[in-house]
């Protein structure tokens, strides 16, 4: 989204589904800015969940 600041709570999504939860490591406009690297610092994830090896 638009409104995401660094350090809030910010969901991961692939395919318009949650995949993840974590903290903004960058703010929105900086993460438009980049084409790849680390955006959120990933806490909890359905992988830990379900033990699948890919989603």
């Known amino acids: ?3 995401i600041r660094i350090a809030s709570d910010t969901p ?5 589904k949650v995949i ?5 490591v960058l703010s929105s406009n900086m993460i438009s800015d980049f084409k790849r690297g ?6 909890d994830s359905l992988k830990s969940h379900t033990g699948e090896s890919s989603l």
């Open 1 to 3: 989204g638009k409104n």
């Open 12 to 16: 991961v999504l692939y395919k318009n």
């Open 20 to 24: 993840a939860v974590g903290k903004a």
């Open 38 to 43: 680390m955006a959120v610092r990933v806490r």
